[in-house]
């Protein structure tokens, strides 16, 4: 673990150079080497035992043939990706390196462009995605749809959708993403969310589990490869709430009642903070801020009604929506224009984001420990 604490150290050193005025070209720099050391972290991770590294590294290793990749079932930009790969060297370690350079490069790429505070929203990051040193399917996914941003602010509609739809290759549940253009300009009351949270949560409690997908999938093509996705979601969801085991971690259906009910008070509590933060914010972002704080709440409402039809569903897909929360928080903490009350914002953050990082690891649900390299 002590490797994470380090890096956890370093990324948390970083952050507080947005505290502080230092030259544009200083920060470009910074965050040039930030990328260097985080694909090289991502590139090196080697032989973990848990999560979804052997699955990817069979994958590539396994198949030779393009239509042996395709008949794995997975997107086919990341099938097209690893063919490509191969069809260069058989070095999975290239794979990697190829993959994090995309992601990272990508995500640091569109955090540069969307905030004038990059090093916080990458604490926050870390703390989210593991600053993205576990590259999977739908990491590239979170990555450009983040990146797809840019076009919602711009209002550029068709950039904005080709890059989605691009996302949507590497991992099907991003294509959901497509609604963010027309709901970061609604002009939508507080009270008014406050009833959609509520009638949602009555929903979800309600819900009898597991029906409202079955019917969903029911008016899918059955060869549709979001079908297949939601079929998956539905088989975890079934298997979770009976105690069966699926993977490292499973839970029983008493633990998902806690992990809902926590998974709401987090995102839901932050939602105040953001909205009394909203009218601190410098004028120039007034606009902006407003639009992802829109995001944002839907990302709440999506992770409030999904999560009793499932789990995986609800996380994966409310998070293209909520993971505008590493751009929102900085925005809050830098509105404040009392140096002293932002530095104890600031310290409020580090306790935040130290918990969601750590507290994982207490419970055994963490990245894997110990991390192990390709050296090892």
Request: with cysteine; glycine share 6%.
């Amino acid at each position: 673990m002590g490797f994470y604490v380090f890096l956890f150290i370093f990324i948390l050193l970083l952050s507080f150079i947005d505290l502080v005025s230092i030259k544009e070209y200083v920060r470009q720099i910074l965050l040039v080497i930030y990328c260097i050391i985080m694909i090289f972290i991502s590139t090196i991770r080697w032989n973990q035992t848990q999560g979804d590294w052997q699955r990817y590294y069979d994958f590539f290793t396994q198949n030779d043939r393009l239509e042996q990749f395709f008949d794995r079932g997975w997107e086919p930009a990341y099938v097209l990706l690893n063919y490509c790969t191969k069809v260069l060297t058989d070095e999975y370690v290239l794979f990697m390196l190829t993959a994090a350079s995309i992601v990272i490069i990508t995500k640091v790429k569109g955090i540069y462009k969307l905030t004038p505070y990059p090093f916080l929203t990458l604490l926050l990051n870390f703390a989210n995605q593991s600053g993205d040193i576990i590259v999977i399917r739908q990491t590239f996914a979170f990555a450009i749809t983040l990146y797809s941003f840019i076009y919602i602010i711009d209002r550029d509609k068709i950039k904005f959708i080709l890059l989605v739809l691009l996302a949507s290759l590497f991992h099907v549940s991003a294509v959901m993403f497509l609604i963010a253009y027309w709901i970061y300009d609604l002009k939508i009351t507080k009270r008014t969310y406050a009833y959609i949270f509520t009638l949602a949560t009555i929903f979800s409690f309600i819900m009898i589990q597991g029906d409202a997908l079955n019917v969903i999938i029911g008016y899918l093509p059955a060869d549709l490869s979001l079908t297949f996705k939601l079929l998956k979601y539905q088989t975890e969801y079934e298997d979770l709430a009976t105690g069966g085991n699926v993977e490292a971690g499973v839970r029983s259906f008493r633990d998902l009642s806690t992990l809902f009910f926590g998974g709401v008070v987090r995102r839901a509590s932050l939602l105040p903070i953001l909205y009394c933060a909203k009218k601190y914010v410098k004028s120039i972002y007034t606009k902006m801020y407003g639009g992802l704080l829109n995001v944002y709440c839907v990302g709440v409402i999506t992770y409030v009604l999904f999560y009793n039809i499932s789990p995986s569903f609800a996380n994966r897909g409310g998070y293209y929506f909520t993971c505008v929360e590493i751009i929102l928080i900085p925005f809050a903490i830098m509105s404040i224009s009392a140096v002293y009350r932002r530095m104890i914002a600031y310290l409020i953050l580090v306790i935040y984001v130290s918990g969601k990082f750590f507290i994982p690891f207490v419970l055994g649900s963490g990245m894997e420990v110990p991390f192990l390299t390709i050296f090892d």
